[in-house]
C-alpha cells in the first residue's frame, strides 16, 4: 500500500486545517460556502489538539450554532496498519494522503461536498485515517436547521455524486453527528459489527434495553443491516449491550461516529430518564487468535504440520545426511587415508620402531597361517563379488573364529567403497533415541535428531488426549530406522554410479541395468554381529535384513553378513524367501595348522637385519615348545584362544602352565556366568550344570536324550537355545534338526573336567539337581495319588478302572523309588559337603 503513496515519508511538516473567511468578518455567511487554506507549520498546536480531539479529550464539541458532519470515503481503509507502525506520525501524513489526486485531500472534499448555496461556515476538518473519513464541524446561522442542512447535503451528494480515486465505485457520504463522537486514536479497527451499549444518562440511574426494532430504526438510516443480536437473557454482565452488524464496515463506521453518546428519549423507548449509546467495534479478531485457532484445530494444522516437516526435511536434511554418508563410506574426511599423513607415517616407521606398528606385524605374522589355511574361502568370497547376479554372501562361525578379519583384511583387502555396519551397538542401545542414534553413527548419518522422537510421542499423547486418536505425529522406530537405511541406500548408489561417462561404451544403459553390468562398481557393504542378542528384540535385524535384500535385487551394493548364529537362515528367509545364500561356515583351525600360528605369532618379532650370520628365532630357542601338541589339542583351534595362548607363552610361561591358567579362567567364567549368577535368564544353575557334567564325560551330547531328563522336561528346547546364545554349547545340526551338543569353545571341554574334580562344588550343585528331581517326582506322586483317591471313591469299583489304577499304583511306586534313591544319594553328597572346605 505504501507504493500507491510514494512521497508519504518524504515530507515531515505537520498541517491543521482551518478555514479563514474571504469575506468581511462583519457578514462571515456571505459567500454559500467560506473557503479555506492549508496552514503549514512545524508542530502545529492546533492541528495536534484535534487529531485525538479537543484538548486531546477523545471527543469534539459541537456550541451553539454549531454542528458536525461526518463524511466518509476520504481515505482507503486500507492503510489501516500505518497506525501499527512506530517510527510513523500518522498527524505529519495526513495531508499527503491525498497524494497523487489533490481534489481527495480532506478539505477539498468537505468543499465539494457542500454546496455552494449552503449558509454555514466550515470551521474545522478532523481527518479520521484509521476509519477512513473526517469529521466536518461548522457553524450556521441560528434560524437554519441542523435537520435541514443535513437533508440538503445528502441531496446534492445524490445529484452530484463525489468518487475518490482509490474507490471509484461507492460515493461519498456524508451524514450529521447525533452523539458525541469520541475520536480515540487505539489501535482498534473497523469491523462490520459494532457493540451498543446502554448507560444511563445520570450516574446512579438505570438504563433501558433497547428492543431490536428501535435499534433498527435507529441505525438503519446509515446503510444496510445484516444482523441484530441483543444480550443473552441469562446474561448478568452490565451495561447491558446488544450486537449491530452492518453490511459493509463503511456503514459501520457511520453509525458509530455519528450515534456514539446519542440519548435516546423517552418517547423512542429511552426510559424515564433516557439512555445514552455507547458504540465501539467488535474486535473478531483477538490478539492471539492465528495461535488460538491452531490449537483448536489439530485435525487439520498437525497433518499440515507433518506434511510441511516432511518436506523440510526431504528438501533440505536428506541432501546434506546423503552427502555425509558418502563421505562415510569413501573415507573422504578420514585423515588416515590421507596421501600427507601415509608418507608421514611412512618416513616415521622407518626411523624409528614405533610400538603400534610392531603390534600390527606381530598380529599379521601370527595370522599367516590361518590365511594360508583358508585361502579357498578368502578366494570364493572375492569370486562372488566379481559376480554378476545377486550377491548376499553369509559368514558363520562361532565367536573369535576370525570372521571379521576374514573379510576385511582378506577377501576385500585393497576394495574401496566399503561400508562397516555393527550391529552390536545398534541391539544394545537402550531406548529408541539411543537406537536410531547408534544406527546413525554406523553409517554417517547426520545430523540426526533422535531426541525429536522422544518430544514427538508426548505430542502424540496429547493430541491423543485432546481429540481421542492418534495423530501420527510420532514415528515409530521402525520407520525411523527405515529412513536412515532408505539414505544409505541412495548413497551408495550414488557412489556406485560415480564415474560414469557419456563416453562409455554402455552409456545408452539405465543405471539399474549399468550396476547390473559392471558389479565391480557396486560398494561392499559388511554386517557385522548379525542377529546378536537377536531373542531380545528382532525389529533392527528385521529392517536391516529387507534393506540388505533391497540392496542385492536392485543391484546398488554387496552384502557380507557376519553372524555367530547358527539358526540365520529363519531370519534372512524372511527378507530374500526364494533366494539362495551364499554361505561359509568358519570352524575352528586343524591341529597343524593352530601349532604354524603360534610359533608364527612367536617368530614374529625376530631380527631379520644384522651382520651374515642369521640369529636364530625364538621358536626354535625354547626347548618347552615340545609341550605345544598336547596343549593345542586341549585348547583347540578357537583363534582367540590360540592368540592368548601366544601371548603368554612370549611372557615366558611354558605352554602346560598358560593352557592350565586359560582353563582356569575359562572354569571361572562358566562358574560366574552360567551357573552363579543370580540375574533373570531363560535356564536355571541345576540345568547348566547337568550340561557340565555330562560334557565333562563324552565329547558330545544327544540332543533329544538330554530333553528327556526329568531337569529339562520343563521348556527344554527353548533352554538349550537361550544356552547356545550364551555360547555356553553348540548345537551340531543334520538334516535341518538338532542332533548333538558339543562345548561352545573347545578349551570349555577342559574347563567342564576342571569343575567336575572339585567335589564340594560338584556336591553342591548335584544336590541342587537331586533336590530339584525330588520335587518333581514328589509333585507327580501327588498327582497320582490324588487321582487314586478319586477312582476309590467310585461307587461299586467299577472293572472299567482296574487297568488305571494298576498304572497309577506302578507309576507311584516307581516314584517312590526314585525319591528314595535321591535321598540316599544327597545324603552322601550331604555329607561332602559337611567333611570338606
Not at 503549514?40 to 487529531?51: N, V
Not at 441505525?219 to 444480550?231: S, T
Not at 535428531?449 to 481429540?467: E, H, K, M, V
Not at 487321582?787 to 506302578?810: A, C, D, T
Request: hydrophobic letters at 40%; glycine letters at 6%.
Amino acid at each position: 500500500m505504501l507504493g500507491i503513496y510514494p512521497r508519504l515519508l518524504s515530507r515531515p511538516l505537520a498541517y491543521s486545517y482551518t478555514a479563514r473567511a474571504l469575506g468581511t468578518v462583519a457578514n462571515p455567511y456571505k459567500h454559500a460556502f467560506i473557503r479555506h487554506e492549508v496552514l503549514r507549520t512545524f508542530g502545529s498546536e492546533r492541528y495536534k489538539s484535534t487529531i485525538a480531539g479537543d484538548n486531546r479529550s477523545g471527543h469534539i464539541e459541537a456550541g451553539k450554532n454549531e454542528g458536525i458532519f461526518f463524511i466518509d470515503n476520504v481515505f482507503p481503509l486500507k492503510l489501516n496498519f500505518i497506525m501499527w507502525l512506530p517510527f510513523i506520525d500518522v498527524e505529519k501524513l495526513v495531508p499527503q494522503l491525498a497524494h497523487p489526486d489533490p481534489a481527495a485531500d480532506p478539505g477539498k472534499l468537505a468543499e465539494r461536498a457542500l454546496p455552494s448555496k449552503l449558509n454555514i461556515r466550515v470551521t474545522e476538518v478532523l481527518p479520521r485515517v484509521a476509519e477512513g473519513g473526517a469529521f466536518i464541524k461548522f457553524s450556521h446561522a441560528p434560524e437554519d436547521e441542523v435537520k435541514t442542512i443535513e437533508k440538503r447535503v445528502k441531496n446534492f451528494l445524490k445529484d452530484k455524486p463525489i468518487k475518490p480515486w482509490f474507490n471509484p465505485f461507492q460515493r461519498v457520504r456524508t451524514s450529521l453527528v447525533q452523539g458525541r463522537p469520541w475520536v480515540e486514536d487505539l489501535h482498534r479497527w473497523p469491523n462490520t459489527r459494532v457493540k451498543v451499549e446502554f448507560v444511563p444518562t445520570l450516574p446512579g440511574q438505570s438504563a433501558e434495553e433497547l428492543s431490536q426494532e428501535t435499534l433498527y430504526s435507529l441505525f438503519r438510516r446509515y446503510g444496510k443491516l445484516a444482523d441484530i443480536k441483543p444480550q443473552p437473557a441469562d446474561s448478568k454482565d452490565l451495561p447491558k449491550y446488544a450486537y449491530v452488524t452492518f453490511s459493509k464496515v463503511r456503514h459501520a463506521i457511520m453509525a458509530k461516529n455519528c450515534m456514539h453518546g446519542f440519548v435516546v428519549p423517552v418517547s423512542e423507548g429511552g426510559g424515564n430518564q433516557g439512555t445514552m449509546l455507547k458504540i465501539a467495534y467488535d474486535q473478531k479478531r483477538k490478539a492471539h487468535w492465528i495461535w488460538d485457532w491452531l490449537v483448536s484445530h489439530p485435525r487439520f494444522v498437525i497433518p499440515a504440520l507433518l506434511a510441511f516437516v516432511g518436506t523440510v526435511t526431504v528438501a533440505v536434511f536428506d541432501p546434506i545426511r546423503t552427502f555425509f554418508i558418502k563421505a562415510h563410506v569413501t573415507r573422504t574426511f578420514h585423515i588416515k587415508d590421507n596421501r600427507i599423513y601415509k608418507w608421514l607415517s611412512s618416513q616415521a616407521s622407518r626411523a624409528t620402531d614405533v610400538l603400534s606398528l610392531r603390534r600390527h606385524r606381530t598380529e599379521d605374522a601370527g595370522l599367516t597361517a590361518i590365511w594360508e589355511d583358508r585361502k579357498d574361502d578368502i578366494n570364493q568370497i572375492q569370486t562372488w563379488l566379481m559376480e554378476s547376479a545377486d550377491t548376499f554372501i553369509v559368514i558363520q562361525g562361532p565367536r573369535g573364529s576370525g570372521k571379521k578379519e576374514l573379510v576385511l583384511d582378506q577377501a576385500l583387502k585393497g576394495r574401496k567403497n566399503t561400508l562397516l555396519i555393527d550391529c552390536k551397538p545398534i541391539q544394545e542401545a537402550k531406548g529408541d533415541s539411543s537406537t536410531i542414534r547408534a544406527a546413525a553413527l554406523e553409517v554417517g548419518y547426520r545430523p540426526v535428531f533422535s531426541w525429536t522422537n522422544n518430544i514427538s510421542s508426548l505430542l502424540d499423547l496429547a493430541a491423543q488426549g485432546t481429540i481421542g486418536t492418534k495423530t501420527g505425529f510420532s514415528e515409530t522406530l521402525d520407520a525411523q530406522l527405515a529412513k536412515i537405511w532408505q539414505n544409505t541406500a541412495n548413497a551408495l548408489k550414488q557412489i556406485a554410479l560415480e564415474g560414469r561417462s557419456k563416453d562409455d561404451k554402455d552409456s545408452d544403459l539405465d543405471d539399474d541395468a549399468y550396476l547390473e553390468a559392471h558389479p565391480e562398481r557396486r560398494p561392499t557393504v559388511v554386517l557385522d554381529n548379525f542377529l546378536h542378542k537377536s531373542q531380545e528384540n528382532s525389529v533392527v535385524y528385521d529392517k536391516v535384513s529387507e534393506w540388505a535384500a533391497g540392496l542385492t535385487t536392485a543391484n546398488i551394493a554387496h552384502v557380507i553378513f557376519l553372524t555367530n548364529d547358527v539358526s540365520f537362515s529363519k531370519s534372512l528367509s524372511k527378507a530374500l524367501p526364494d533366494r539362495v545364500f551364499r554361505q561359509i561356515a568358519l570352524g575352528d583351525c586343524s591341529p597343524e595348522v593352530a601349532k604354524r600360528f603360534v610359533i608364527n605369532h612367536l617368530d614374529a618379532d625376530a631380527d631379520e637385519g644384522g651382520g651374515p650370520e642369521k640369529k636364530p628365532k625364538p621358536s626354535e630357542m625354547r626347548e618347552d615348545l615340545a609341550e605345544l601338541d598336547d596343549c593345542i589339542s586341549t585348547l583347540g583351534g578357537r583363534l582367540t584362544d590360540l592368540e592368548f595362548l601366544a601371548r603368554r607363552i612370549k611372557t615366558g610361561e611354558t605352554p602346560k602352565k598358560a593352557v592350565r591358567e586359560i582353563t582356569d579362567q575359562s572354569a571361572s567364567e562358566i562358574l560366574k556366568m552360567y551357573i552363579l549368577d543370580s540375574s533373570p535368564r531363560k535356564w536355571t544353575a541345576e540345568q547348566a550344570w547337568l550340561i557340565v557334567t555330562s560334557l565333562a564325560s563324552t565329547e558330545c551330547l544327544r540332543y533329544n536324550e538330554l530333553l528327556l531328563s526329568d531337569v529339562f522336561k520343563s521348556g527344554g528346547e527353548a533352554t538349550l537355545q537361550a544356552l547356545e546364545q550364551a555360547e555356553m554349547i553348540s548345537i551340531v545340526s543334520s538334516n535341518g534338526r538338532p542332533t548333538s551338543i558339543k562345548p561352545g569353545k573347545p578349551v570349555y571341554a577342559a574347563a567342564f573336567r576342571q569343575l567336575t574334580e572339585d567335589h564340594v562344588l560338584k556336591a553342591r550343585l548335584d544336590l541342587a539337581i537331586l533336590t530339584e528331581m525330588i520335587k518333581v517326582e514328589t509333585a507327580g506322586i501327588d498327582k497320582y495319588e490324588a487321582e487314586l483317591n478319586l477312582l476309590g471313591n467310585l461307587p461299586g469299583q467299577p472293572k472299567e478302572v482296574r487297568g488305571r489304577v494298576r498304572w497309577l499304583l506302578g507309576k507311584l511306586w516307581t516314584g517312590q523309588e526314585k525319591v528314595e534313591k535321591y535321598e540316599r544319594e544327597s545324603g552322601g553328597l550331604k555329607k561332602i559337603l559337611q567333611q570338606e572346605f
